[in-house]
């Protein structure tokens, strides 16, 4: 199976690879897996305190298109507020990186993934960031 351009840009230099310091309030992680292959991502969100992330990385352990979706996923979340990255929709990545059908589980992994920081880092902070 052939890799598209993009995937294989991503993959051979995926960006913002790597992790933050434990222990920073400021930071969201989402470590999801994918049953269908055992495919495992982690990523993980620095958000200022306007609500906006600053920064993201990443660790896949998975196919080139995880690799290829997660990278991608950090570059788009930069800049936008919490509730933006929540919109991201697989659709989205799938479409950028022009991912085939078996290939689509994938870019579900780095929606998930990004969910589930966003998720942390709300819990991290409790409810009263809503409110005010
Ligand atoms: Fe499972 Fe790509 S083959 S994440």
Known sequence: ????????????????VGAFEKGDDSV?????????????????IKVGEDGVIQDAKFKTYGCGSAIASSSL???WVKGKTLDEALSIKN???AEELALPP?????SILAEDAIKAAVQDYQAKHGASKEVA
């Open 73 to 75: 996923v950090t570059e």
């Open 28 to 44: 969201g992680t989402g470590m999801v897996g994918a049953p269908a292959c055992g495919d495992v991502m982690k990523l993980q």
């Open 102 to 106: 078996v290939k689509i589980h994938c």
């Open 1 to 16: 199976m052939a890799y598209s351009d993009k995937v294989l840009d991503h993959y051979e230099n995926p960006r913002n």
């Open 91 to 93: 659709t989205q990545i």
